[in-house]
C-alpha cells in the first residue's frame, strides 16, 4: 500500500530546502553591493554560462523570448525574409519572427524526438529564407550536423547565408555527439525561467555564441542600440538581466550537472516502471536518440487510443501532476490564422498535440511518488 498523497508537476520548494541558505547569502550580497542591473554578478554568470556551454561568448538579457528575438536581430533578419521554425513548440520561437518583420514558415517535427524533421525543413527552404530555428524539445538535442549540412548547401546553391539558431530553452547541458547545444549554431537562445533546468527567481535568458559578431550586436541591442553611453547607433530593446537572477543563477549552476543527473535517472526509472506495469502497448515513452545527452526538462508520454485526456483527468483526481505541452500547434493558434495553414498541413504536429503528457521528472522526485503514478495509470488503463 503506497501511503502517497499527491505527486506535485513541479516542486521548486524541495530545492529551496536543500540551498535556500546559499540563494539567501547570494541575493544578500547583491542587495549590500547595490548594484541591480547587469553588473559583476551578471559579468560573472555570462563567464560561467559560455564555460559551461563551451562556446566564447554568452550575453545576459531579460528572458529567454528576448533571446531570441535578440538573435534574429543581430543577425539581421527583417521584412521579406522567412525564417523556418516548429510549430510543435512554445510561442516564443516563433513569435519572434513577425516581430522583426518576417515570415514564420512551420515545418513538421519527427515523431520520435519531436524535434524538427530536417527532411520537412528542406522542402521548405526558398531564396528567401534567412534563419532556421531549431528547438531542442523537451531537452533532447537535435541532429545538429544535418541542419549544417542544410545550412552549407543553402549557402552554395544561393550565395548567401542561412543562419542556424537553436532555442536552447529547454535543454542546457543537452549534446550532440558529444558537442554541447550552443556550439553548433550561430546563437543559441537559453531561458532562465523558474521551470527550466537552470532557473531563476524571476525571467531571465542568454545568448550563447563563437560568433563575436554575433555577441558583439547582442550586446548592443540588448541596450538600447546604445554606444556609448546616450548615443544609439541602432534601435535595440531594454533586455537586461538583473544581478538578483544572476546571483541566484550562479548558485544553482554549480548544482545542475547533479540535478541533471537526476532527471537522468528518474527517466530510466519511469522507463522500467511502464515496462513492468505491461503498459508500452498504451504508453509511448520518451527515447533518448544516438549519439545525444537528453536533459529531461520535460518527459512526455504519448498515450494511445484516445485516452490522454482521460487519464489526465484521472491523475488530477489522484491529486498527480501532468500537464500538456503543447495542446495546440502554433500553425493553428488564432495569431498565427493569417499565414493560412490548415491543421493537417502538419500532420506529425496535430497527431502529437492530441496524445502527448508530461510527467513530473523534476531532480527531487522520489521512486515511491514515480511508482505510484506508474500504478495508478495501470489501474486505470487496464
Ligand atoms: C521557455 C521557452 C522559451 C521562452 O523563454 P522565456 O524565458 O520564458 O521567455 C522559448 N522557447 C522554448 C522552447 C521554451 O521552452
Redesign the pocket.
Known amino acids: 500500500m503506497s501511503t502517497i498523497a499527491s505527486v506535485p508537476m513541479l516542486d521548486l520548494k524541495r530545492q529551496f530546502s536543500a540551498i535556500g541558505d546559499e540563494m539567501n547569502a547570494a541575493l544578500r550580497a547583491v542587495n549590500e553591493s547595490g548594484m541591480f542591473i547587469l553588473g559583476p554578478e551578471v559579468k560573472k554568470l555570462e563567464e560561467n554560462i559560455a564555460r559551461y556551454s563551451h562556446a566564447k561568448y554568452a550575453v545576459g538579457c531579460a528572458?529567454?523570448?528576448?533571446?531570441?528575438l535578440l538573435a534574429l536581430m543581430a543577425a539581421r533578419v527583417g521584412a521579406g525574409d522567412e525564417v523556418i521554425v516548429p510549430s510543435f513548440?512554445?510561442f516564443?520561437?516563433a513569435s519572434c519572427v513577425p516581430r522583426v518583420g518576417a515570415t514564420p514558415i512551420f515545418a513538421d517535427i519527427d515523431p520520435v524526438t519531436f524535434n524538427l524533421d530536417p527532411q520537412k525543413v528542406a522542402e521548405k527552404l526558398t531564396e528567401k529564407t534567412r534563419a532556421i530555428i531549431v528547438?531542442h524539445?523537451f531537452g533532447q538535442a537535435c541532429d545538429m550536423e544535418a541542419f549544417q549540412a542544410l545550412a552549407r548547401d543553402y549557402e552554395t546553391k544561393y550565395g548567401r547565408k542561412l543562419y542556424v539558431i537553436e532555442?536552447s530553452?529547454?535543454a542546457i547541458g543537452a549534446e550532440f555527439k558529444g558537442v554541447q547545444v550552443g556550439a553548433w549554431g550561430d546563437a543559441s537562445?537559453l531561458?532562465?525561467?523558474p521551470t527550466?533546468n537552470l532557473g531563476g527567481a524571476g525571467?531571465?535568458?542568454m545568448v550563447v555564441t563563437n560568433n563575436e559578431e554575433m555577441a558583439q550586436r547582442v550586446t548592443l541591442l540588448r541596450g538600447h542600440g546604445m554606444s556609448p553611453r546616450y548615443y544609439h547607433k541602432e534601435i535595440g530593446v531594454n533586455s537586461r538581466l538583473d544581478s538578483y537572477q544572476a546571483a541566484v543563477l550562479n548558485v544553482k549552476l554549480n548544482y545542475l550537472e547533479q540535478w541533471t543527473q537526476a532527471r537522468e535517472a528518474n527517466a530510466a526509472r519511469y522507463e522500467r516502471l511502464f515496462t513492468e506495469a505491461g503498459l508500452k502497448d498504451q504508453i509511448v515513452t520518451p527515447q533518448k536518440v544516438g549519439e545525444r545527452r537528453h536533459v529531461w526538462?520535460q518527459y512526455v508520454i504519448r498515450v494511445k487510443n484516445g485516452k490522454r485526456d482521460a487519464l489526465r483527468a484521472h491523475f488530477a483526481e489522484k491529486k498527480i501532476g501532468s500537464d500538456i505541452y503543447y495542446p495546440l500547434g502554433l500553425h493553428q493558434q488564432e495569431c498565427f490564422a493569417y499565414l493560412g495553414y490548415k491543421p493537417n498541413d502538419l500532420p506529425e504536429t496535430l497527431l502529437a498535440a492530441n496524445e502527448v503528457l508530461a510527467l513530473p521528472i523534476f531532480p527531487e522526485l522520489t521512486a515511491e511518488e514515480q511508482a505510484y503514478l506508474v500504478e495508478t495509470a495501470r489501474e486505470f488503463l487496464k
Not at 63 to 68: N, P, R, T
Open positions: 528572458s529567454g523570448s528576448d533571446a531570441l513548440t512554445f516564443a520561437t528547438v524539445l532555442d530553452c529547454q537562445c531561458s532562465f525561467y527550466k525571467d531571465g535568458g526538462n
